[in-house]
């Protein structure tokens, strides 16, 4: 998975399946994304087009809060994994702070901004 994420060219001439990998990871991201699904219907008990909006932008954040380069190749579990309890502490003192949807959304985006700009600078350092 790491190789086929940082160089799949590499990962393709070391022998690995890269094209089954692919079809085996979709269709596990869309088994679980489904799964997801259905447990935010359970949580909600309403069903509509935008019921999951409020989720994407906190997703990708604990992601990259967790030191996962949105251009591929690196990060761990247990990073990402640290990232979503930041996260969710992060929106803990802002839930405390009564700060609204939208202001946590503003917040939000410029931390993510925020770490791609700290990530740009760290791979053109390490080039």
Known sequence: ?????????????????????RILLYGLSGLLAG???LC????????????????????IIAVVIGGTS??????????TAAGAIALTLLQSVLTTLEIDFWGRQVIFGAVLLLLMLIY???SQLRA
């Open 1 to 21: 998975l790491y190789a086929m994420g940082s160089n799949e060219r590499a990962a393709i001439l070391s022998g690995r399946r890269v094209g089954r990998l």
């Open 35 to 37: 799964l997801g699904g």
């Open 40 to 59: 935010l219907l359970g949580y909600t008990v309403n069903s509509f087009i935008s019921v999951g909006d409020r989720y994407v932008l906190p997703s």
């Open 70 to 79: 949105l251009a591929g190749g690196s990060g761990t579990y247990t990073g």
């Open 120 to 122: 740009g600078r760290q």
